[in-house]
Each structure stands twice: as C-alpha cells, then as structure tokens.
C-alpha cells in the first residue's frame, strides 16, 4: 500500500481556504459543475470526484457555503442536469468558454448559489488537433446572478494528467476568488 497523500494537493489548499474563507465572511455560497471525473488517491483509498467540489469540502464550515456539485462527465449527466439539448450537442466541438458558462448559468440558480464555477478541459494524456483539444488546455466559467465570467488557459503541463487537473481546480478558484473581489471582468 503507498502512503497518503495530503488532501487537498498542496497546490489546491491556499487558494480552496481563500474561497471558502471569502464565502463565510460574505455569508454567500457555492456550487460546482465539473466535467473532469478526477482520481486521486487518498489514504491508500480511491476516490473519484470533482476536485473544486473536493477541495471546497475538505475547509472547516463548508456546509455553509457548499450548495452542492455536479461532475458532468457524460453526455446523459449534462443533458440530464446542464440542460443539454440537441443544438448543444449537434454543435458540440470540445471543451470552450461557452459551454462551461451554460453550465454554470444552468446549474446556478437550480442549487440556488451565490456562484457557480464551472470547468472543463483536456486533461490528457492524449487530445485532439484543435487547441481547446490540447492537453493543459481548460475553459472556466464562473455564473453569478448578474452575469457569467469566463476566462481560458493552457497549463503548460502537456499530457500530465494530474498536473493538469490540480492546475484546472487552481484555475477554476482563482477566477471564482477573482469574481467574489470583484477583480473579474465580464
């Protein structure tokens, strides 16, 4: 059996405390809409969740600002849950701004959150030809009540994996931070 690693990865920890910190003195809340199905090992257990959801939850208190997480894995799940239609799906081309913003608007107000911080990308280790196809690439969006921030990056991390999804959850609090300062522009 490997050791245990610490929960949330040291990358995750000051930025997820931060969040949740800002939340609790604000008394507003969040959820989570994800599409990335993260793995990480945690005390010689797997455990398979979204890791925006996982390191909001690991914070003291966080019952009172977690409203609830969706990892939208599956096209049934976003149909289902994003609300998905045929149009979305027919024009469906990767992870973009746009589809993680309609998540994110979707998913909102049905968990009635303060926020809502959405994210997907390629995590790797293998993408496709066009750039939000490319390992490290991710697409964030943040919904709030007056509107929805969105911001895109490439990690740098190429097809590491879970370099790439410790990345995307830094990303994915670091605009959901930026949006609660008022730092974020639409």
């Not at 890791?51 to 976003?78: F, V």
């Not at 609300?83 to 990767?94: F, L, M, N, P, V």
């Not at 997907?120 to 009540?145: F, I, K």
Request: aromatic residues 6%; hydrophobic residues 40%; glycine residues 12%.
């Amino acid at each position: 059996m490997s050791a245990a690693r610490e929960f949330p990865p040291e990358k995750i920890r000051s930025i997820a405390a931060e969040v949740a910190g800002l939340l609790k003195d604000r008394k507003e809340s969040v959820c989570v809409a994800e599409t990335s199905n993260n793995l990480l090992m945690i005390g010689g257990a797997v455990g398979s969740w979204g890791l925006i959801s996982a390191s909001l939850l690991s914070t003291p208190g966080a019952s009172g600002i977690y409203k609830g997480g969706l990892t939208l894995y599956t096209l049934e799940s976003r149909i289902a849950f994003a609300g998905w239609t045929q149009e979305t799906i027919t024009s469906y081309k990767g992870p973009t701004t746009a589809i993680v913003a309609g998540l994110a608007a979707n998913v909102r107000p049905k968990l009635n959150a303060t926020y809502c911080v959405s994210e997907s990308g390629t995590a790797g280790p293998t993408g496709g030809d066009t750039p939000n196809r490319t390992p490290g690439y991710v697409a964030l969006a943040v919904a709030t009540e007056s509107g929805t921030y969105k911001r895109e990056l490439s990690t740098g991390h190429g097809g590491d994996r879970e370099a790439n999804m410790i990345q995307f959850a830094v990303e994915g609090l670091a605009l959901l931070r930026d949006v609660i300062k008022g730092d974020a522009k639409l």
